[in-house]
């Protein structure tokens, strides 16, 4: 097996992994929409999943630098700035993450997380389906 299969192998386990994150993301921000869950318990289960979340897509990014595979390196660059632009302008707290409970409920930030929610959902499905083809294309030439 060479490294450019290893490498879209790892990272369909990786984009997978990231897809079940964001998942659990806009399910716990619906969750707090329709009052089933108060703000406190929703910081408490999503700010632990941040930087596993950050630190997946920034090994996978690092990925295909090292592996050489501009174009997927560039496709996920704007998603990995962003993510360093977030975490740098969180709020200031105690706890690693970067949702606060007194400001997740205003409307106008609850629409936000939801929105980067969904946006960073489809991104990853669309990204799971190019390196399934290139995993594809890898395996048979």
């Keep these: 097996m060479n490294f450019e299969v290893f490498c879209f192998i790892l990272s369909l386990l990786i984009s ?10 806009v399910i716990a921000f619906d969750d707090l929409r329709t009052d089933y869950k108060n703000p406190i318990d ?13 630190a997946l897509h920034a090994f996978l990014t690092t990925l295909f630098l090292f ?7 560039i ?8 993510h360093v632009h977030r ?3 969180r709020p200031v707290m105690s706890n ?11 409307s106008s930030e609850l629409n936000r ?7 960073k959902l489809a991104f ?10 290139r995993m594809l294309y890898a395996l048979l030439s």
């Design 16 to 25: 997978v992994a990231l897809i079940f994150l964001v998942i659990w993301n």
């Design 42 to 54: 929703l910081c408490k289960t999503l700010n632990p999943l941040v930087l596993p979340e950050y």
């Design 67 to 73: 592996g050489g595979f501009w174009v997927m390196f």
């Design 75 to 82: 496709f996920n660059i704007p998603l990995l700035a962003y």
């Design 87 to 89: 975490y740098l302008s």
């Design 96 to 106: 690693f993450g970067i949702y606060d409970p007194t400001e997740v409920m205003n």
């Design 113 to 119: 997380c939801q929105r980067e929610g969904w946006v």
């Design 124 to 133: 990853f499905l669309i990204s799971f389906f190019i390196y399934l083809y």
